[in-house]
Nanobody
């Protein structure tokens, strides 16, 4: 599966952005999808994931209540709605896919998009 992330940009603290990740391939609906991010000088970290059906979602504690992950299997697209953005959310955001990720680490996902930059100004 090939992934293409988009929707990043520059936003003021407290603002919102919606990231999208379009996937190619007919088996998109069988993949767990995840969003990760890498802030300057830091390692890539898990942000959120959603099961193939959309029935199960997980978030890192720092974004709970502010970010929402969703998917539209008919459109082969996963979204990350980000609200109440903070300067510490500044990072390159990556979408990832795997049919059966064993955890929430980058190494657990086999397919990656190219990343989209999110910059939150204070």
């Amino acid at each position: 599966v090939q992934l293409q992330a988009s929707g990043g940009g520059l936003v003021q603290a407290g603002g919102s952005l919606r990231l999208s990740c379009a996937a190619s391939g007919r088996t998109f609906s069988s993949y767990t999808m995840g969003w990760f991010r890498r802030a300057p000088g830091k390692e890539r970290e898990f942000v959120a994931s959603i099961s193939w059906s959309g029935g199960n979602t997980y978030y890192v504690n720092s974004v709970k209540g502010r970010f929402t992950i969703s998917r539209d299997n008919a459109k082969n697209t996963v979204y990350l709605q980000m609200g109440s953005l903070r300067p510490e959310d500044t990072a390159v955001y990556y979408c990832a896919a795997d049919q059966a990720p064993s955890g929430r680490y980058p190494g657990d996902y086999g397919y990656w998009g190219q990343g989209t930059q999110v910059t939150v100004s204070s």
